[in-house]
């Protein structure tokens, strides 16, 4: 019985040695009346037995006096029997003090006590908690886990057995008595070991009827209820059953409101019986009961109050007492019906008991169910046990300051529900076990089986958990439920853990540890939350962790630590902020709670090369580090940066540059290549001086040590953003930057080292002195060598790097030379759109060359620039246009190649339709060019440009006039074009282009008004409209071109004059 | 100085002691003379030594130190001779480790006062005694015990890191604290926290001169450390 009573019996809590009080409860009543069955019973049915002395006294305060024994000897006013073992008698009384040493003597102290046996029993039991000790010895203590001691006596007793059976007959009579003892001892503890099991048995039995209600379990219950209602009177259970009242769902499950949460109502449900009117039914923590339904006055409420003291356990048996019908026709499917609920009952329990272990303070409703929920297990003298106190509020032992309110509210509810819960109690007994003793015994004894079963299942269900699962779910409980000590032992341990491991960064989570970590953060404890952070730091690098992390206000906390005066503190938070900010929420959270001002603040430390720095400064460093890990993160966000700036961050980081530790300089180059997408930080980086320290660190700082390739990544993607602006790259190449940078290239194996180093060779070569400098390094071929296996990435910079160097002639030859051309023709098939821009204009710049074109026209380069005009992306289709250009100028026979593009003139045409101003500049260009072949120029007005360009006259994009202007000069050479422009109401705007302060757009609109002039109606058009000043002007600029183009227009319109002149006097 | 002067009666002397007591703790001398100034100040009703309670108290009151089982063991630490009153030696010899930043005179500190029962080794049983306390107790009764246990298991596991002996010498709590400085106050906080160790220099430092009129001891002690919240 030892089992039963250290598991199954419940005790008062002032436990540990003899205090504990065995409670008054049913349970500890019905272990008590089996023991006492067993005992009256033991000496007839086992006389042996009976008489076996004990090894040490069950000694304990009676109640009983002197005189209401009879049968001993008294000895000085001690009560004591004949029999002595070992002088002490078996018997004794003295004063208040019993012992006794035999089965029948206790026997016949229960007789004795008469009807107060049952207090003279629990006084034995609880002063001795584990009488087997006393009545068999030590050996036969109540252990947890493996009993064997059994085995070993057994196996004992067998070989003693042996040996006497060899050793002579005569001598061993002693032994042979021994052993006569011994197998009366081992029977004795069978017999109490039956009594054990039955007595956890019978506990299990109790135990599992009381189970309480959960949201959980009254959901199901609903659901499946519902499922099994409708009209059909035979088939159907109920007409109807809904929820009663607001649809809301709180945060634990429960729909009552919250000031009705604190009775322990779940929800209020409205059943429709096939029999009778509805009922209105409150599902409450203890079970379901009938209130009194509707208010009439007030529409939409409850009046609360119950009918009846009739509690029932679930909504099934309530419904089956109120509704014969249902009863009968529940009883029809009963298997159906009945068995699932229940079965589902019991998997749910488990799972809202984790849940609800989870559960923090965070959510202040459930927290007060939960309180409550605690207020009424106490009164409820902790029947539940172990099932319960999951359910009580976290007994965090720290708490911030809100904890003193909330203890009064607490003790204040508890007083006021004392009445309530005991009458609840008392009409739960009165009608559970009395009301059909059987049914319930039957019921219970399967419902415990199935308990059993489904934990087993349970536990199969979660086989395939990692044993880690186990162990960090009991390290999590320590950490709830243990003071500072057991907290960092906690701690500590799970750090062990491989934390980088995803099984061990969701157990944590599942287990409830986040919260847990969470919470600990909000504490005062500064070890503990050094400790939480290190374990949030590591399993903030998985995404999901990342995000549950936000969700449950993590962030906002670690943004207050970052003030704390404790500078470990301050690197872990901001490290931890740094993993965490990897998503947009994340970083806009940091932003909203003052994060960013407090991490640029970090940044501002001691200076770094100081020679003898103590540690003190370096930990002030590391926490500058720390920062400017976490501003790393957060600078993905445009509104980040913005704040950055605005608290500093800039002139700080400018600083920190100069950190020789690479440690340091990875963050902060980091930081400020993602910040060099925006204008303002290009301009401070240059104008801090910061370019000089990024070329710095390119680098090879030392023979020795090879520079760190992510720092050289990140600084050269600082330069590809910073570099588009002239002055910057001037400054990279007067700090000599651009020979590491050509140096990267031969880095194969990294290709984000690689994609960066070319991004900013690209932007670098836009500078013509840059350009020179990469032809002496031989840039090209490394370049070209790049074209093939390389990622995206790489490709995209590569090939704009060639195309931008590829606008020196010298270079051109150079790709040729080195075989880049059929490369980059192989690009033209690609998808990616940042790749097409830039190798059409590679491809552009190449065909520059007529030597260049020849191969592309053999590789049908050309097709495939015109395909890419179809492409969507409006910037690819102009950059196609563009390189488009120089191939019609180049390429041999080009207006027969482009005739034999299928559609091809009909498909630039119409791009003249575009929004996009570049485009049409390029299209503009490309046709004047076509346009050049009369044979497609007749093609082209067939196919209506002359309409279509007339109307895009009047612009004011000065890159679109150009082109436009020539593209319409060179139209006019066929047919009626010119007649046709002038009717379509070109003429004008044209004139207006000479305006314009661009000297291209000079050129080109004189050349287009000169072919217009042709016209005589065209003349008149441009006269009226102001054309002679300023071509008188341009006839003296110094550009010839313009000159001749100029005075031909006068001289078209001077000569109509004088015709018209001549016709008039003829 | 009337104090000062009778229990040492040659300056060079003091002089000398403060020097050792310096270098043993790694304080600075004018911390340890700010102390001795303190010592003399607050125990001038006791004559001169510094009773059980009083200790106690201090450690509450100044250190937010709150577990009495700590503290008596703390107190043993103190007093090597068990005489139940600090002399100032004792009082200077022991705040210089309690306040020490140097992390092999704490790790000392706090294994002393964790070995309960000096041989040398934290054992299982003294783990017992140190953290039978830490869980907060559940309505289950066992429950608890058996965490307890557990409990000790991870955490002999975690010290008992070099010999695995099933115990822990100073060696193992060495390295282990040396892995991990949360160890350091892995049975029990038994330091004072930053925040509280850097307001009582303060008080000891500035304040001090002030606030001990020769007046006598009734002088109001202001020192006012910031408790916890």
């Known amino acids: 019985m030892g089992q039963a009573l250290v598991s199954a019996a419940q005790w008062t809590s002032a436990q540990g040695g003899s205090g504990g009080k065995l409670e008054l409860t049913p349970l500890n009543e019905e272990l008590l009346n089996a023991i006492l069955r067993f005992v009256e019973g033991f000496s007839q049915k086992y006389p042996d037995e009976g008489k076996l002395v004990f090894k040490r006294p069950l000694t304990w305060e009676t109640t009983l006096s002197a005189n209401s024994f009879s049968g001993f000897k008294e000895e000085n006013g001690v009560l004591v029997s004949e029999e002595k073992k070992d002088d002490i008698p078996l018997f004794k009384l003295q004063t208040q003090t019993i012992s006794i040493m035999t089965m029948e003597l206790a026997e016949m102290v229960l007789r004795t006590a008469g009807d107060k046996k049952i207090t003279e029993l629990r006084l034995c039991l609880e002063a001795n908690r584990d009488p087997v000790v006393n009545m068999l010895g030590e050996r036969f203590g109540t252990v947890q886990g493996d009993d064997n001691s059994i085995l070993r006596y057994v196996e004992e007793i067998r070989k003693e057995m042996e040996q006497l059976g060899k050793a002579e007959q005569g001598e061993n009579e002693k032994q042979q008595q021994e052993l006569k003892e011994k197998n009366m001892v081992l029977s004795v503890r069978l017999k109490l070991i039956g009594l054990d099991q039955q007595l956890l048995n019978q506990s299990i039995m109790k135990i599992s009827t ?129 068995e699932k609920p229940k079965d589902d009952r019991h998997v749910e329990v488990a799972a809202a008991d984790e849940e609800d272990g989870q559960g923090t303070a965070r959510s202040e409703q459930q927290g007060h169910s939960q309180k409550d929920k605690g207020a009424d297990d106490k009164d409820k003298q902790n029947k539940q046990g172990e099932k319960k106190k999951k359910l009580e509020p976290s007994l965090k032992w720290q708490v911030l300051g809100v904890d003193d309110e909330s203890k009064e509210e607490e003790e204040e509810k508890q007083q006021k529900q004392k009445p309530r819960p005991k009458r609840r109690s008392s009409s739960l007994r009165k009608q559970k076990t009395p009301v059909e003793p059987a049914d319930s015994f039957s019921e219970s004894s399967t419902e415990s089986e199935e308990e059993e079963e489904a934990v087993e299942r349970r536990a199969e269900a979660n086989a395939d958990l990692p044993s880690e699962y186990w162990q960090i779910q009991k390290l999590v409980k ?59 730091k590591e399993i903030s690098r998985n995404t999901q962790i990342r995000r549950s992390i936000a969700d449950l206000g993590g962030l906002q906390t670690m943004v207050k630590i970052l003030r704390d005066p404790d500078k470990d503190l301050k690197c872990l938070a901001a490290e931890t902020i740094a993993n965490v900010a990897k998503f947009r929420r994340a970083r806009r959270t940091v932003r909203q709670h003052g994060g960013i001002k407090r991490l640029v603040s970090l940044l501002d430390c001691v200076p770094l090369n100081s020679t003898n720095m103590t540690a003190e400064m370096e930990l002030d460093v590391e926490v500058a580090r720390c920062g400017a890990l976490a501003l790393w993160s957060c600078s993905k966000s445009k509104k980040n940066k913005e704040a950055m700036q605005r608290a500093g961050a800039i002139p700080l980081l400018a600083k920190l540059l100069k950190s020789p530790h690479e440690d340091m300089l990875i963050p902060v180059v980091g930081t400020l290549q993602e910040c060099a997408s925006e204008p303002s930080y290009r301009l401070a980086i240059r104008t801090e001086g910061m370019i000089e320290d990024l070329v710095g660190n390119l680098k090879c700082t030392s023979p020795d040590k090879p520079a760190n390739p992510e720092l050289q990544m990140h600084c050269a993607s600082a330069i590809f953003k910073c570099a588009e602006e002239k002055e910057t790259r001037d400054l990279v190449r007067q700090y000599g930057g651009l020979d590491p940078l050509v140096g990267l290239l031969n880095n194969m194996e990294n290709k984000e080292l690689l994609a960066a180093a070319t991004g900013a060779i690209w932007k670098c070569a836009i500078s013509p002195e840059n350009v020179a400098r990469f032809q002496e390094l031989k840039c090209i071929e490394l370049l070209v060598a790049l074209l093939t296996n390389q990622p995206e990435e790489v490709l995209v910079n590569v090939v704009g790097a060639l195309g931008e160097l590829a606008k020196a002639q010298q270079n051109r030859t150079q790709i040729r030379k080195s075989g880049g051309i059929p490369h980059l023709v192989n690009l033209l098939t690609g998808t990616n759109q940042a790749l097409l821009v830039n190798v059409t204009k590679a491809v552009g710049q190449c065909a520059e060359e007529p030597d260049n074109m020849v191969i592309i026209d053999k590789l049908d380069g050309v097709r495939l620039l015109w395909s890419l005009l179809k492409n969507q992306n409006p910037d690819v289709q102009a950059s196609a246009a ?27 045409v119409s791009l003249l339709k575009s929004e996009d101003k570049e485009v049409l500049a390029a299209v503009s260009a490309a046709i004047a060019n076509i346009a050049k072949d009369e044979e497609n120029l007749a093609v082209i007005t067939d196919h209506g440009v002359v309409p279509m360009l007339a109307r895009l006259t009047l612009t004011h994009d000065d890159k679109l006039r150009q082109h436009l202007a020539e593209a319409i000069a060179r139209c006019c050479n066929w047919g009626n074009n010119r007649t046709a422009f002038g009717k379509e109401g070109a003429v004008a705007p044209l004139v207006r282009y000479l305006k314009s302060k661009d000297e291209n757009v000079h050129r080109s609109t004189a050349r287009a008004l000169f072919q217009l002039s042709k016209n005589p109606e065209n003349c008149i058009t441009m006269h009226e409209a102001g054309v002679v000043q300023p071509l008188l002007k341009m006839v003296g600029a110094p550009d010839a071109d313009l000159q001749e183009s100029s005075a031909g227009c006068i001289g078209n319109i001077r000569r109509l004059a004088l015709a018209n002149e001549r016709a008039k006097y003829a | ?95 210089g480790g309690f306040l020490s930043d140097d992390m092999e005179i704490i790790t000392k500190l706090s294994f002393t006062v964790y070995d309960l029962n000096g041989d040398g080794y934290i054992t299982r049983e003294e783990m017992m005694q140190w953290l039978k306390t830490s869980l907060t107790r559940q309505s289950h009764e066992d429950d608890s015990d058996e965490g307890v246990k557990e409990l000790i298991d991870i955490i002999i596991k975690k010290l008992d890191c070099l010999d695995h002996d099933n115990r822990v010498s100073l060696k193992d709590f060495r390295a282990a604290v040396a892995e991990d400085d949360l160890l350091l106050e892995s049975l029990s906080s038994c330091l004072p926290p930053t925040e509280n160790k850097k307001a009582f220099f303060l008080m000891i430092s500035g304040d001090l001169k002030y606030t001990l009129s020769p007046s006598g001891p009734s002088a109001p002690v202001r020192f006012d450390a910031p408790v916890r919240k």
């Open chain 1, 210 to 338: 009381q189970v309480r209600l959960t949201p959980k379990m009254v959901e199901s219950e609903m659901t499946t209820l519902k499922g099994l209602s409708g009209e059909d009177g035979e088939k159907c259970v109920l007409e109807h059953i809904r929820y009663h009242g607001e649809s809301f769902v709180y945060k634990n499950g429960c729909r009552a409101q919250p000031w009705r949460q604190l009775h322990g109502d779940i929800c209020y449900i409205e059943a429709k019986p096939h029999d009778g009117s509805s009922l209105y039914i409150t599902a409450n923590t203890s079970g379901c009961f009938i209130n009194k339904g509707p208010d009439p006055e007030r529409p939409g409420q409850l009046l609360y109050d119950r009918t009846d003291q009739d509690t029932y356990r679930d909504l099934v048996t309530l419904l089956k007492a109120k509704s014969p019908k249902f009863a009968q026709i529940i009883s029809k499917q009963e298997f159906a019906l009945h």
């Open chain 1, 478 to 536: 320590y950490l709830k439920g243990g003071n500072q000590t057991a907290t960092i032992i906690a701690l500590c341990s799970l750090r062990d853990f491989n934390l980088a491991q995803e099984t061990c960064q969701l157990a944590i989570r599942d287990v409830g540890g986040l919260e847990v970590l969470i919470n600990l953060l909000d504490t005062n404890e500064v070890k503990c939350k050094i400790g939480a952070l290190k374990i949030l």
């Open chain 1, 882 to 908: 563009w390189a488009i250009c120089p191939c019609i100028e180049n390429a041999k026979d080009a207006g027969e190649m482009v005739r034999s593009f299928v559609g091809g003139l009909e498909l630039i």
């Open chain 2, 1 to 95: 100085m009337s104090v000062f002067k009778k229990k040492f009666v040659n300056p060079h002397k003091l002089e000398k002691k403060i020097v050792t007591l310096s270098k043993e703790s790694k304080l600075k001398r004018e911390t340890v003379k700010q102390l001795m100034y303190y010592f003399q100040t607050i125990t001038k009703k006791y004559g001169g030594k510094m009773p059980r309670t009083q200790f106690r108290q201090e450690m509450t009151s100044r250190f937010n130190l709150m577990d009495d089982f700590m503290l008596d063991n703390l107190y043993r630490c103190f007093d090597l001779k068990n005489r139940g009153s600090l002399t100032m030696e004792e009082y200077l010899r022991g705040m």
